[in-house]
């Protein structure tokens, strides 16, 4: 019903920048929610940044100031731009949308930040 497709991930030094992006398509009707999350290796799925279908936003205190959540609603695509890029930033990075009987995941992009 619902498909999320993450793309612009890859290997970047640190200090590097990367734009993610979230594509959804399907019966997105009653989305309110969007967000970002990432899993690192040996460690637990951690939200990121969230934006609501009203543009509000959340950032984890890890990438405050550094992070940016934006959202196209013409073309129903969420974006993730990622400045001065660290090593604990290193992770798989998985698109998600939430609202009223919706809870979906997109596959998930590898962000890889070392020198």
């Known amino acids: 019903q619902v498909q999320l497709v993450e793309s612009g991930g890859g290997l970047v030094q640190p200090g590097g920048s990367l734009r993610l992006s979230c594509a959804a398509s399907?019966?997105?009707?009653?989305?309110?929610?969007m967000g970002w999350y990432r899993q690192a290796p040996g460690k637990q799925r951690e939200p990121v940044a969230t934006i609501t279908s009203g543009g509000s936003t959340y950032y984890a205190d890890s990438v405050l100031g550094r992070f940016t959540i934006s959202g196209d609603n013409a073309k129903n695509t969420v974006y993730l731009q990622m400045n001065s890029l660290k090593p604990e930033d290193t992770a798989v990075y998985y698109c998600?949308?939430?609202?009223?009987?919706?809870?979906?995941w997109g596959q998930g992009t590898q962000v890889s930040v070392s020198s």
């Open positions: 399907g019966n997105i009707v009653s989305s309110r929610l």
């Open positions: 998600n949308m939430r609202g009223t009987g919706l809870n979906y």
